[in-house]
């Protein structure tokens, strides 16, 4: 069975564009969660999303917005760009049950300029 | 406010020998301890879980000891393989499938 994927793999930016990036989650899988690294540091959440509806998001700004599709997949938009955006961008799946274990894609590597 | 701490940025251990990697934290409202490993240019792979209710979890060569009273979480790996070499993140959490907290991480080399 096919992992979580992600594109694109990687981005390149300027300070104050936007930016979309994509998550196809695990079959069967109905949770998504978005993720920041930055570089030293473990993975931060951001947002999860559980049947298309916000589950719950983490201390980001309203720059960073997210949707869930019927088919689970998933959008992390991020606008006006900042330096500071640059990250590794991680999505997970899960079932979305109690206790289920969160499967991580490869990531997009967004670089801003 | 940093909740989750692995205070050994490295670790370096000879082949066959036992990795131990440690991880702090400071909420006791945390129910799941996890750990996950990465490899560059890759997202982080789950590797073993445990509920607060246990105190240990055993999974082939990887067991994991939680100390609730000292809000502690250790991982050991026994016997290390070279391909273990990557980096260790423990994650907490509420319930594992919804926001994990993760350390900074430990990047554990071992020599052949």
């Known amino acids: 069975d096919a992992g979580v994927t992600q594109s694109p793999t990687h981005l390149i930016k300027t300070r104050g564009q936007q930016v979309t990036l994509r998550c196809s989650p695990i079959?069967?899988?109905?949770?998504v969660s978005w993720y920041q690294q930055v570089l030293g540091q473990g993975p931060q959440f951001i947002f999860q999303?559980?049947?298309?509806?916000?589950?719950g998001r983490g201390n980001f700004p309203d720059r960073f917005s997210a949707r869930q599709f019927p088919n689970y997949s998933s959008e992390l938009n991020v606008n006006a760009l900042l330096l500071g955006d640059s990250a590794l961008y991680l999505c997970?799946?899960?079932?979305?049950?109690?206790?289920?274990?969160?499967?991580f894609g490869p990531g997009t590597r967004l670089t801003v300029l | 406010d940093q909740q989750v701490k692995q205070n050994s940025p490295s670790l370096s251990v000879q082949e066959g020998r036992i990795s131990i990697l440690n991880c702090d934290y400071t909420n006791s409202m945390f129910d799941y301890f996890l750990w996950y490993k990465k490899y560059p240019a890759e997202g982080p792979t789950f590797l073993i879980s445990?509920?607060?209710?246990?105190d240990k979890n055993e999974d082939g060569r990887f067991t994991v000891f939680l100390n609730k009273s000292a809000k502690h979480l250790s991982l050991h790996i026994v016997p290390s393989q070279p391909g273990d070499s990557a980096v260790y993140f423990c994650?907490?959490?509420?319930?594992?499938?919804?926001?994990?907290?993760f350390g900074s991480g430990t990047r554990l080399l071992v020599r052949p």
């Open positions: 445990i509920s607060s209710i246990k």
């Open positions: 999303y559980y049947e298309k509806e916000e589950r």
């Open positions: 079959s069967g899988h109905k949770s």
């Open positions: 997970a799946s899960s079932r979305g049950g109690a206790g289920d274990t969160q499967y």
């Open positions: 994650a907490l959490s509420r319930d594992s499938s919804y926001k994990l907290i």
